[in-house]
């Protein structure tokens, strides 16, 4: 790699970046956020029960 220092942002965090000197950065936590909700009237389908897994295999 050749040319000027070059700054990138990285996570929001400014990072620069030479030809001379690996950088090595940690990845951040993911930010914790509400658990998602289905839209009024668009009750989700469930996975079949145990029971009836093994009366559709038969």
């Given at each position: 790699?050749?040319?000027?220092?070059?700054?990138?942002?990285?996570?929001?965090?400014?990072?620069?970046?030479?030809?001379?000197?690996?950088?090595?950065?940690?990845?951040?936590?993911?930010?914790?956020?509400?658990?998602?909700q289905?839209?009024?009237?668009?009750?989700?389908v469930?996975?079949?029960?145990?029971?009836?897994r093994?009366?559709?295999?038969?």
């Open positions: 790699m050749d040319g000027e220092p070059l700054v990138v942002l990285r996570h929001g965090e400014p990072t620069t970046l030479t030809a001379d000197t690996p950088v090595d950065r940690r990845i951040p936590p993911a930010p914790v956020r509400p658990e998602p289905q839209p009024p009237g668009r009750r989700p469930g996975l079949p029960v145990e029971e009836d093994a009366a559709t295999q038969e």
